[in-house]
Nanobody, 115 residues
């Protein structure tokens, strides 16, 4: 059984920062790509950023230069540092992990950017 648990979401003012964390636990072996997706109300889930086990990253154009993804392989944890947040960043953020041919998802954490 594999479990992903996100934390760090909340309410922040425009221009503020938040750091999301996602820890994987259970039968963990040879994690591949880890990443973050988000889903705003009434919209489809979209990719935010991904990071490979070797540290290579990819980004959505909408967050490039503002968000930073990182991971700690020893802790099976991926992070998303979000700076210069905008109201349009408001969404439920989901952690995703690819391992041994399967995708695993967290339960999501709400991020609300509002004054």
């Amino acid at each position: 059984q594999v479990r992903l648990v996100e934390s760090g979401g909340g309410l922040v003012q425009p221009g503020g920062s938040l750091r999301l964390s996602c820890a994987a636990s259970g039968s963990i072996f040879s994690i591949g790509v880890m990443g973050w997706y988000r889903q705003a109300p009434g919209k489809q889930r979209e990719l935010v950023a991904t990071i490979t086990s070797g540290g290579s990253t990819s980004w959505s154009d909408s967050v490039k230069g503002r968000f930073t993804i990182s991971r700690d392989n020893a802790k099976n944890t991926v992070y998303l540092q979000m700076n210069s947040l905008k109201p349009e960043d408001t969404a439920v953020y989901y952690c995703c992990m690819f391992m041994r041919g399967s995708n695993y998802w967290g339960q999501g954490t709400q991020v609300t950017v509002s004054s």
